[in-house]
């Protein structure tokens, strides 16, 4: 049995943990909070996560520490590099392999929205610098370090565009108001898919020091997405506008969430295309059909439902 320490317990971390357990592995789960899936296997640990000692310490005898931590979108510059300093240093000092949860950003926009593993890191915006630099000083650590990229997340728990902005509308049976053009092809990832990428490529010493995309289904429209889930479900299909791409940009003049997310809009206003085949001919993954998880979030939702009718 090997020991295997995440940092994060959002529906990435928490899905690695399962997948591992399941496995007969042990977790050591690190969160501010001590939160995480209350599962037996599966230690649950508050500490702060920028202590490279403390991270160190509780790494010790590790086969890999997983970077699924996600700290707050308008503090990006603040506390990310803190944090990946510190996973890098805990890394190197117990030799385990880095896994990091990474996405898009670095690339920037991209003629077509077309992204591959060989696709250029070039984004000219705050976050994707970013995740460039967080990317790179993993690379140039030493470390024996594998990021694998993934789009905007479906699933249960998974904070994304259908999550945010879709659901609420079709559960209260209001009109959603879509940041973006949702007739255009937008690429969804199933968290537990980009679970299991990041846990067998831990293990694979050839996907090592360069960065993979989670096998993603291919692009749909958003609004086809949606149309999906209300299906399945059996509830009257959304209604939704698409946002004039300035509201969000003027309203980020006095909020600071809304100036964050009008940085990311370009992946909504025009095709968003992940391309997973090198990561699924290499090692043999495929995406799963999209209606898992969307079946996986109408339960999910269903259950809050209840829970709170009780």
């Known amino acids: 049995m090997s020991t295997h320490v995440i940092i994060g317990s959002g529906p990435i971390g928490s899905a690695i943990a399962r997948l591992l357990v399941d496995q007969g592995e042990s977790v050591r789960m690190i969160t501010r909070s001590g939160s995480g899936p209350d599962l037996p296997g599966v230690e649950r640990i508050a500490a702060d996560a920028s202590d490279a000692a403390r991270l160190t310490a509780l790494s010790a005898g590790a086969e890999a520490i997983y970077n699924c931590a996600n700290p707050k979108y308008t503090e990006w510059e603040r506390l990310w590099f803190p944090m990946n300093d510190a996973m890098i240093a805990a890394a190197k000092a117990t030799g385990a392999v880095y896994v990091i949860t990474g996405n898009l950003y670095g690339y920037g926009p991209q003629p077509g929205g077309r992204m591959n593993e060989n696709t250029p890191m070039a984004a000219v915006g705050r976050k994707g610098k970013v995740r460039i ?6 690379l140039n650590s030493g470390v024996r370090t594998v990021e694998v990229r993934g789009s905007d997340y479906v699933g249960a728990g998974a904070v994304g565009v259908f999550s945010s902005v879709l659901l609420p509308a079709i559960q209260s049976g209001r009109t959603a108001w879509a940041p973006g053009n949702t007739d255009l092809p937008h690429s969804f990832t199933y968290t537990v898919d980009m679970a299991a990428t990041m846990v067998k490529l831990a293990r694979e010493e050839r996907a090592w020091g360069r960065a993979w995309h989670a096998p993603t289904q291919p692009a749909v429209p958003i609004r086809e997405l949606a149309n999906r889930y209300t299906d399945l479900t059996g509830q009257p299909r959304v209604k939704i506008r698409n946002l ?4 969000m940009r ?15 809009d370009y992946q909504f206003y025009a095709p968003f295309h992940l391309d997973s ?5 290499t090692f043999g993954l495929k995406p799963t059909a999209l209606e898992v998880p969307l079946r996986e979030t109408a339960a999910d939702a269903q259950s809050v439902v209840s829970r709170r009718m009780n």
Request: proline letters at 7%; aromatic letters at 6%.
């Open 277 to 281: 085949r090198l990561t699924e001919e």
């Open 244 to 247: 004039p791409r300035f509201v």
């Open 250 to 264: 003027t309203a980020g003049l006095v909020a600071p969430m809304a100036r964050e997310l009008a940085e990311m």
């Open 133 to 138: 630099k967080m990317w790179r000083d993993a």
